[in-house]
């Protein structure tokens, strides 16, 4: 958090729909660090942003490439998405794009996410994925 500005707002534009889109948009710090928490603790932390295009400004950078995510059986049920385990990880794939705004002292001003383009949740019960197919970074 000690890279985000006090003033960061966060936008995301997802194909799932608009309840997704704001619940993934907090606005200001205490809601961004409140996001980053709940992402935690839900275990909704293991994924990976495979960055093929990136174009740089003077107070913006622009990341494209396709998203992976591990979601939790748990959370997907919570969405009233079956999955075949209650207990298993579930691999999402999304195309992302991410506009990150940066203030005067170079502090991110927030994410504008655009999502689109491959599975998302449709079929994802399909696409399972076992813990030790996931690297952790020491």
Known sequence: ????SPRARYHSHVAEGESLSRAQSPQGMPAIAAFYRKLVETGCYLLEHDVERMAIGQDVLTTEGELSKAYPAQILGAMGIAVPSPDGLYLYRQRLLIVWGFDEQ???????RYGGGGPGFEAIGERPIRPEEIYRMA
């Open 106 to 112: 170079g502090l991110v001003l927030g994410e504008n």
């Open 1 to 4: 958090m000690a890279t985000v």
